[in-house]
T-cell receptor, first 120, second 107 residues
Framework: DGGITQSPKYLFRKEGQNVTLSCEQN?????MYWYRQDPGQGLRLIYY???????QKGDIAEGYSVSREKKESFPLTVTSAQKNPTAFYLC???????????????????FGSGTRLTVV | EDQVTQSPEALRLQEGESSSLNCSYT??????LFWYRQDPGKGPEFLFT???AGEEKEKERLKATLTKKESFLHITAPKPEDSATYLC????????FGKGTRLHILP
């Protein structure tokens, strides 16, 4: 079955460490996204990629980095510069980016199961 | 500024007690409105996409409707397994998510 796989499910980071969250999809989707979810807040966009070897900053990119070397993979690195990294991280994909979609086109997101990152 | 507001923040219902969740939005050019269901510790699961005012979609006990300013998710005769957080998102040139409504159905 096609879908998005995020790993690990739980991740613990020590102060000053960089950690990388994995996101792999086999849906043949062009666009991929990373969101952060905190209690009582909506999903906030960290980074997104519309095509291989290209990515754009979202609303809260500071302290994070990404790469998109393959269509199927969009890993997120949480660097030591991110001062409050404890959160639930969600990866998503869509067939094509929203701004390139026409009306009445199904470009809804498919989400992974998430990674919960905790600073220890 | 584009915004998506969901209400109520939380809702407790008895099993079988029907109700509606609201999603109001202000975007310059709506391309679509999405409803998702999210269970604790899991990623959101896609429910519906609505594209134009007057459109309705149904799935089991859920029915989503859309007007020019808001969308409703109607839950008819809910069961305890319908307990979850329901997220609304709207798309113009990007997708904006609301904070969600936490729904709890009591047996």
């Amino acid at each position: 079955d096609g879908g998005i796989t995020q790993s690990p499910k739980y991740l613990f980071r020590k102060e000053g460490q960089n950690v990388t969250l994995s996101c792999e999809q086999n849906l043949n989707h062009d666009a991929m996204y990373w969101y952060r979810q905190d209690p009582g807040q909506g999903l906030r966009l960290i980074y997104y990629s519309q095509i291989v070897n290209d990515f754009q900053k979202g609303d809260i990119a500071e302290g994070y980095s990404v790469s998109r070397e393959k269509k199927e993979s969009f890993p997120l690195t949480v660097t030591s510069a991110q001062k409050n990294p404890t959160a639930f991280y969600l990866c998503a994909s869509s067939p094509y980016p929203v701004r390139l979609a026409g009306t009445n086109t199904n470009y809804g997101y498919t989400f992974g199961s998430g990674t919960r990152l905790t600073v220890v | 500024e584009d915004q998506v507001t969901q209400s109520p923040e939380a809702l407790r219902l008895q099993e079988g007690e029907s109700s509606s969740l609201n999603c109001s939005y202000t975007v310059s050019g709506l391309r679509g409105l999405f409803w998702y269901r999210q269970d604790p510790g899991k990623g959101p699961e896609f429910l519906f996409t609505l594209y134009s005012a007057g459109e309705e979609k149904e799935k089991e006990r859920l029915k989503a409707t859309l007007t020019k300013k808001e969308s409703f998710l109607h839950i008819t005769a809910p069961k305890p397994e319908d307990s979850a957080t329901y997220l609304c998102a709207v798309a113009d040139d990007k997708i904006i998510f609301g904070k969600g409504t936490r729904l709890h159905i009591l047996p």
